[in-house]
């Protein structure tokens, strides 16, 4: 199974600035999904990765909010940008197994923002 | 669209209890089905999956089996432990070619000494 990490793993922030996370796959993986998990919450998706072309957003999240790039077949960045207090939340960050079709998720960013 | 419904939290158990999670989907076609847990502080593991009819999806202790006629996929262990104590979560996966995992909200599992 794919292991994947992210950095930070937590962060404080101040309103108006932006954060980039960073998410690592021990192996090469088609595609990465980005989500949000809010206190207490499911996990909502907010974009689709994949290697070479522009990333998918899900309906209410945009490119400019959350720019994502997908330089290579083992990483990805997300970036929050001009952070607002409602973006304080984790943010997951998951690669899909093609060979065993399972998904795998990395440990997460919690993003608190003040 | 895709859903899915779970049992609403948070469940609260003795050691040694039984556990089920109740799991109910909405889909056309046939997805797959999977249980991840959330242990505290940490990102989503997978626990258990099933991919057809009838198939059981085991570990740790933990089953589940596919049910179409009912579409439901219940999570059950026959003992519980306090280090079981976790956020559960079932999701489905379309089966034709979209990698997008659909969640439910999410069942609360404490289990006390």
């Known amino acids: 199974s794919a292991v994947i990490s992210q950095k930070p793993s937590r962060d404080i922030c101040q309103r108006g600035t932006s954060l980039t996370i960073q998410c690592q796959v021990d192996?090469?993986?088609?595609?990465m999904f980005w989500y949000r998990q809010q206190p207490g919450q499911s996990l909502t998706l907010i974009a689709t990765?994949?290697?070479?072309?522009?990333?998918?957003?899900e309906s209410g999240f945009v490119i400019d909010k959350f720019p994502i790039s997908r330089p290579n077949l083992t990483f990805s960045t997300l970036t929050v940008s001009n952070m607002s207090p409602e973006d304080s939340s984790i943010y997951l960050c998951?690669?899909?197994?093609?060979?065993?079709?399972?998904?795998?998720f990395g440990p997460g960013t919690r993003l608190t923002v003040t | 669209g895709d859903s899915v419904t779970q049992m609403e939290g948070p469940v609260t158990l003795s050691e040694e209890a039984f556990l089920t999670i109740n799991c109910t989907y909405t889909?056309?076609?046939?997805?797959?089905l999977f249980w991840y847990v959330q242990y505290p502080g940490e990102g989503l593991q997978l626990l258990l999956k099933?991919?057809?009819?009838?198939d059981k999806g085991s570990n740790k202790g933990f089953e589940a089996t596919y049910r179409k006629e009912t579409t439901s996929f219940h999570l059950e262990k026959g003992s519980v432990q306090v280090s079981d104590s976790a956020v559960y979560f079932c999701?489905?996966?379309?089966?034709?070619?979209?990698?997008?995992?659909?969640f439910g909200t999410g069942t609360r599992l404490t289990i006390i000494p």
């Open positions: 998951s690669a899909w197994d093609r060979g065993l079709e399972e998904q795998y």
């Open positions: 192996s090469q993986v088609t595609m």
């Open positions: 990765a994949n290697q070479g072309s522009e990333a998918t957003y």
């Open positions: 889909a056309t076609g046939y997805p797959s």
């Open positions: 099933a991919t057809k009819a009838d």
């Open positions: 999701a489905l996966l379309p089966n034709f070619g979209n990698e997008k995992l659909t």
